[in-house]
């Protein structure tokens, strides 16, 4: 019996049911490769969610960016609310990778800022994978590259039970040697503090910290507190702690492995010497001696995970392991779990080509003598590695690149969406001011005020950055100053999704779009896959006849399906002529109108908008600190009673410790507590 349960009011309707049935069939045959080929807006989620809640087996969604990845944990989350649903991305909010540039003897330092929450829900995903079997992990193309080894984390994770025999000092020992860090500050994902005989640790995939009472040289107590409201939430008998850190190596491995960097430094310093190449020789021989004694005295160098080959023992040119190293496998050693590969049209040749970029920019730093040959094993897998280590695959599309076409021996078409939404209307009008319509700007500007007249938003997209920032300017400008409509484009919100944005506020963007705090939302490339906004009535895609990746058959498609989750849906196409992609693209969408029409009209079926509820992978947090908050106010609801204006003043007191200590989330918590009690006190007290 599978373990997953979907929590849903909702069951499988229009081309959906047809779809599962087809997908499962071909799973039970054994099918390596099968396509979900489903329209924009007709569920192909909710399909993939079902095919696993009938299959039953761990499974790996990937999707080809951050913010798709993010809107997809939520989604899963929302049909398995009690199963484990995860969000693996990269951890890195900057990543400037080490490079050199020959031609201006350029070496650019490697810099990264990492962010520490996406740091901790990586570690709940391999924890998870690693402890339960009911788990879908929602990944970015990040789960391809080396991570270190499951066997080695698993190994060295610790059982904590009540009444086993250690010494703090011992206890204390071991929170080190699995890398966790030591403070007197607040605890914080993968750090711990001693208070006496007491050991506060909080681990690295969870917002909980872990009290651990040792007495007469053994645990006494454990006991699992809310981290700001220190409330006691449980008494667990044991717990397992994970180690802090993914790239984990024992003592005899690490020996190992700086007897085998010194092999290849010597090795690599005479093929230079030989072909005299002194300076890159004496450079080498510089970086790699002060690398190994910076690893041996604090365990740590900043590049370390280019020496990842020596520590993880595998041989030169051996793939490293990876997310996918995590995932269940049978004895024979195959892959066990599902693949589900999300707008596969653009993850596929983005997972097939991060092993060539990465390989060209390592050749270069190590012919010129900055890493060891060992670093180019610090890499992605290459795309037969990946075949080789995923489970048997589903992509879901609305265009399918040529990859899924080919090797897919299975194709299921999703067309009939289950709210009886057909596809847009598009229509082609000119870029330059030859008629009635007024340039593509003016007209846009038009369509726009039209759009958001009657509660709709709108995307515009356009070729390059500059545009879409000046495009998204213009608009705000004659937002501010408030100008006439008629003459100089009305009042429109408007915003630019910018490729540089953190992850987390990308998100929160697209959010506010949807919630109205904002009319237009500009962007070239972003707004095109995955995205879903029912709240979208019309979208203008400016220099649709400027042939290329982002005007090709299927980028088109992809952007007017935008629009197909809204009954008002409408679609402009700003050109001087028509191209062959736009012609192809348009053709297509008028085949799938014909379909959705007849499909409607034979089960006499009215088009719904989609009602989908704004929420985000964010709002988690807020849940997090609303429950601190009503915590709080629950453990000094008998103080209020007693006296509420000396509640209050402590409580302002409290909160102002916290701002000294630069600990502004429990401030926060702190401040939404005292709005709500100065609101009692004035039920109770009313102003005279």
């Known amino acids: 019996m599978s373990a997953f349960k979907i929590k849903n009011d909702f069951k499988p309707a229009g081309d959906q049911p047809k779809a599962i049935k087809e997908l499962l069939s071909g799973l039970e045959k054994g099918l390596q490769y099968q396509t979900l080929l489903g329209v924009t807006g007709s569920g192909k989620t909710f399909t993939a969610a079902n095919v696993i809640e009938k299959i039953g087996k761990p499974t790996l969604v990937i999707a080809h960016n951050k913010t798709l990845a993010a809107q997809l944990a939520q989604e899963y989350r929302e049909f398995f609310p009690e199963n484990a649903v995860h969000y693996f991305v990269s951890y890195y909010d ?63 994770n610790l059982k904590i039970t009540k009444g086993d025999k250690i010494s ?121 001696s002060y690398d190994l004694a910076l690893i041996r005295e604090i365990g740590y160098c900043n590049g370390i995970e280019n020496y990842s ?225 029912p709240e979208v009535t019309f979208i203008g895609i400016l220099d649709a006849d400027k042939e290329g990746f982002l005007r090709s058959e299927t980028s088109l498609i992809q952007i007017i399906g935008r629009a197909a989750r809204n009954i008002e849906g409408k679609v402009i196409l700003y050109a001087d002529k028509v191209t062959d992609s736009m012609k192809r693209a348009m053709d297509e969408t008028t085949r799938r109108r014909t379909i959705q029409v007849a499909y409607n009209k034979k089960h006499n079926i009215t088009p719904k908008t989609i009602i989908k509820k704004i929420k985000d992978i964010t709002d988690t947090l807020e849940r997090e600190h609303h429950h601190a908050v009503d915590t709080l106010l629950e453990t000094d609801a008998l103080l209020f009673e007693k006296n509420p204006k000396k509640l209050i003043k402590a409580k302002m007191e409290e909160m102002e410790n916290a701002v000294r200590d630069l600990d502004f989330e429990s401030a926060a918590i702190i401040r939404d507590e005292i709005k709500i009690l100065e609101g009692k006190l004035m039920k109770i007290r009313p102003k005279k």
């Open 168 to 288: 703090r000092s011992d206890f204390i020992r071991e929170m080190v040697r699995i890398h966790f860090t030591r403070t007197n500050a607040d605890v914080k994902p993968g750090t711990f503090r001693a208070l006496g005989n007491a050991i506060e640790i909080m681990p690295t995939g969870e917002r909980m910290i872990y009290r651990i009472e040792i007495a007469e040289g053994k645990i006494d107590s454990i006991k699992r507190i809310d981290a700001v409201s220190r409330i006691i939430i449980s008494e667990p008998e044991t717990f397992f702690l994970f180690p802090a850190k993914h790239f984990i190596t024992s003592d005899d491995n690490q020996k190992r492995a700086f007897e085998s960097i010194k092999v290849e430094l010597e090795e690599q310093l005479k093929l230079f010497k030989k072909e005299g190449k002194i300076l890159e020789a004496d450079r080498l021989k510089r970086r790699t």
């Open 94 to 156: 900057f990543y400037q990778p080490e490079a050199y540039m020959p031609i201006t003897d350029t070496y650019i330092e490697k810099e990264a800022m990492i962010n520490e929450e996406i740091d901790r829900l990586r570690h709940a995903s391999t924890q998870a994978l690693l402890t339960r079997k009911d788990v879908i992990i929602v990944a970015s193309v990040s789960c391809i590259y080396g991570l270190g080894s499951p066997e080695e984390y698993e190994k060295v």
């Open 309 to 533: 080959r020596h520590f993880s023992g595998k041989k030169a040119g051996e793939a490293p392991e990876t997310l996918l190293s995590y995932f269940p496998h049978k004895k024979d050693g195959t892959p066990d779990f599902l693949t589900i590969i999300d707008e596969s049209h653009v993850a596929v040749p983005q997972i097939a080509g991060m092993y060539a970029g990465d390989k060209s920019r390592k050749d270069t730093l190590v012919e010129h003598g900055f890493r060891l040959p060992s670093a180019r094993d610090n890499r992605p897998l290459t795309f037969k590695e990946f075949e080789k280590r995923v489970g048997q695959v589903i992509f879901t599309s609305a265009t399918p690149g040529k990859y899924e076409k080919e090797y897919s021996t299975n194709v299921v078409e999703q067309v009939i969406r289950p709210t009886g939404l057909i596809d847009p209307e598009v229509e082609v009008r000119p870029v330059q001011s030859r008629n009635k319509y007024g340039g593509q700007i003016q007209d846009f500007i038009s369509e726009t005020e039209k759009a958001v007249k009657k509660g709709g938003r709108v995307i515009a997209t356009t070729l390059t950055k500059r545009m879409a920032e000046d495009l998204a300017e213009y608009l705000k400008e004659n937002h501010r100053q408030g100008r006439d409509p008629a003459k100089s484009g009305g009042k429109i919100k408007a915003r630019y999704l910018h490729s540089e944005i953190k992850t987390i506020e990308r998100i929160e963007i697209l959010t506010a779009f949807r919630r109205g705090e904002f009319d237009c939302l500009v962007g070239v490339n972003l707004l095109r896959e995955g995205l879903d906004l």
